[in-house]
């Protein structure tokens, strides 16, 4: 398991993360999602900890707070040293009834670590992030309000999920200008399936220095392996997966389905599967810090964790590559065209 700093900081993660996203559901959206409760859930996190992983991730909105609280009891009951593990949580989903429950208000923010912190039974969260865009709340407000907690020792390091390249630009150049606490991180969704990220976002990335934590690594289960275009044109919602019946994250099916054929058969080649295949190739991305692996069961888990294991070479990637490489847009072939020849006199200097 391999240890990578988070962004420009010296805070140093494991490169998987454990995802919390299954503890605490009960009905609704949440039961469906994982219904794990505190033996469950501990049994999980300590398997995950004895395999190195470092970093956990939750959320306020997750089971409806019941996620932070297993994931702090756990933390407690296993005896955990506050220094072994990396905690991150998230804001800005609604939390109860009420106009100003949702949102990167500062009201929203302020309100919302204090709640996390007692249920996750800490003096202080290691990566908060914002959930996602608020597009009422002026940036800059959110910005003030994070660095506050930061300047108060409730928060270590502050990040950033779902949001567009510019928004982000935006949100550095205000603390920048303000001498305030910066985004160290985005935590975002990315998956052989959906390269979108890359267009817009990795290269500010690389440019500005954020950490990228990967959110659905397999596709909402479409690259567990489990899923082909013959089960999916045989069975209905009511019979199928859950894939089937709740088709999220959104998937170019004919792309995905050409990067399940490759990856089953480099997987076959290696004895692996191929969500193996899947998690290995985002772990072989230099812009990845950490992925995300959440799981209802041990075996589950041990399959993800393995994944650290597998090494694809330069004709897997390209192989790869070749199956899922996204189509050009604007300005993105004209950008590779006008500044091949830059890129071409830069690469001399470097022979």
């Known amino acids: 398991m391999r240890n990578l700093p988070l962004g420009r900081t010296g805070l140093f993660v494991s490169e998987l993360c454990l995802g919390t996203m299954t503890f605490g559901g009960s009905e609704g959206m949440w039961g469906k999602i994982g219904t794990l409760q505190q033996a469950d859930a501990e049994r999980l996190m300590g398997q995950a900890l004895d395999a190195g992983i470092n970093f956990i991730d939750t959320a306020d909105v997750y089971a409806e707070?019941?996620?932070?609280?297993?994931?702090?009891?756990?933390?407690?009951?296993?005896?955990?040293?506050?220094?072994?593990?990396?905690?991150?949580?998230?804001?800005?989903g609604e939390t109860g009834p009420g106009i100003n429950k949702?949102?990167?208000?500062?009201?929203?923010?302020?309100?919302?670590?204090?709640?996390s912190l007692k249920r996750l039974q800490l003096d202080h969260i290691d990566l908060y992030q914002i959930h996602g865009f608020d597009p009422v709340?002026?940036?800059?407000?959110?910005?003030?309000?994070?660095?506050?907690?930061?300047?108060?020792?409730?928060?270590?390091?502050?990040?950033?999920?779902?949001?567009?390249?510019?928004?982000?630009?935006?949100?550095?150049?205000?603390?920048?200008?303000?001498?305030?606490?910066?985004?160290?991180?985005?935590?975002?969704?990315?998956?052989v399936a959906g390269r979108d990220l890359e267009r817009e976002l990795v290269p500010m990335l690389q440019s500005e220095g954020l950490g990228l934590m990967v959110w659905s690594p397999l596709a909402g289960?479409?690259?567990?392996?489990?899923?082909?275009?013959?089960?999916e044109a045989a069975q209905s919602p009511e019979q199928g997966s859950r894939r089937l019946a709740f088709d999220f994250p959104p998937v170019d099916k004919e792309r995905g389905f050409a990067c399940i054929d490759v990856m089953r058969a480099i997987g076959e080649a290696q004895g692996v599967s191929v969500a193996q295949v899947a998690l290995a190739w985002l772990l072989h991305q230099p812009q990845v810090t950490s992925v995300i692996v959440g799981a209802k069961r041990p075996d589950q888990l041990a399959e993800n964790i393995a994944a650290t294991e597998v090494r694809l070479s330069a004709d897997d990637l390209a192989r790869i590559d070749a199956a899922s490489k996204l189509p050009q847009e604007y300005p993105g072939w004209m950008l590779e065209r006008q500044g091949d020849i830059r890129r071409q006199q830069l690469a001399a200097t470097r022979r």
Do not use: M
Not at 103 to 115: E, F, Q
């Open 65 to 92: 707070g019941a996620s932070e609280q297993i994931t702090g009891q756990a933390l407690r009951n296993l005896k955990v040293p506050r220094e072994n593990v990396v905690v991150a949580t998230k804001v800005y």
């Open 102 to 115: 949702g949102g990167a208000t500062r009201s929203r923010i302020l309100d919302g670590v204090k709640a």
């Open 137 to 191: 709340t002026p940036i800059e407000e959110t910005v003030r309000a994070l660095d506050q907690l930061v300047r108060h020792g409730h928060v270590r390091y502050i990040g950033v999920s779902n949001w567009a390249a510019w928004q982000i630009v935006k949100a550095l150049g205000i603390a920048e200008r303000l001498g305030l606490a910066r985004f160290e991180s985005l935590q975002a969704y990315y998956t």
């Open 221 to 231: 289960g479409f690259l567990s392996g489990k899923y082909s275009r013959e089960q």
